[in-house]
């Protein structure tokens, strides 16, 4: 027993660094306390630094990662979606350029029977955030109260909306730290941070987006299966039915990047339009959403064709007190990049389209940051497109023409034109699809 300030501590936070340091496994009561006492400040920041680092550099084993979740999801409230009428489920994916499926999936998968609530945050470097996407509809608004959240599940269906403060808020302290001390990519850290906010919310099931590419948080394959894998166990043991994709993010989503260009192409799939790869991926992660819910006798693409996700869309948006039918904000300024030869596209390089968008305007660098709403990245052709000479390949909007040179930097080298389709090869979307065994 240690003694801090008058209380008596279970442990003292140097001999638990030193054990992971030492490539130990860290027990359970070990792992209890140590984000207890994180979240009353026993122990201290840098402490937590080191102790982070050391699971960076040697790993935690399936029950200590297990309990690190339980443990963060113990800081804080756990939410409960019991008294609904119908099952939940809900996506979250991992990140990455023109990725706005959560817009037109969660009210898709409302309109099939199945609850939605989506916790979503606010974009920080080259990818984009949700909210600051329906941030661009006018008087949309992302802060909801608990009591309101569950409403709106009952009433529409489907809740797209900031994660209160109450839900593991060891996670929220601990991830400001990992930002600043070059340990967010610990794949022990990243799955606990995930799972413990999604396992807190209390859905159902759980259906994970994990990219891999460019564009993405995970550059390599391996490790974005480890990521997925980890993530699915968690899951899994906490009780919540959970599958994992794992997607391509090397080229970057459908046909846009930027906060009311990819509500605008939202709304196209919710028509029964929109590009083929978004609509392909929205209808593979609804199903599994809705199998998940145990629906998979319903198939949702036809919740597309006949309108009843868009009107899904329209009560969901009007509930938080958006108007659906308000015209979106469009930058101030554009500047169109041209094809420089005859022949077919065979790169876009997702990371880089990312960055552009993002020095446009479309995102933040600090999250205090404010967001342009139109700013972003629109292009006209995808890879495996022919294009021709002089033909507009991009489109970059901004309502502060400065930030076009950068951007234009950022896109240096990004795309490539070969004189035919034999330099081409297609690439799957959906690369692999991770389960419990
Ligand atoms: N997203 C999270 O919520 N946590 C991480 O650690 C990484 C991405």
Redesign the pocket.
Known sequence: MRLDGGVSESFDTVDIIRAKRDRQELTSEQIAWTIDAYTRGVVADEQMSALAMAILLNGMNRREIGDWTAAMIASGERMDFGSLSRPTADKHS??GVGDKITLPLAPLVAACGVAVPQLS?RGLGHTGGTLDKLESIPGWRADLSNEEMLAQLEDVGAVICAAGSGLAPA?KRL?AL?DVTGT?EAIP??AS??MS?KIAEGTGALVLDVKVGSGA?MKDRDQATELARTMVELGTDAGVHTVALLTDMSVPLGLTAGNALEVRESVEVLAGGGPADVVELTLALAREMLAGAGKDDIDPADALTDGRAMDAWRAMISAQGGDPDAELPRAAETQQVTADADGVLTRLDAFQVGVAAWRLGAGRARKEDPVQAGAGVEWHARPGDAVQVGQPLLTLHTDTPDRFDRALEALDGAWQIAPDHTAYTSSALIVDRIAAP
């Open positions: 991992t990140g945050g996670d991830y990992r967010v850290l990243i941070s995930i906010k948080f």
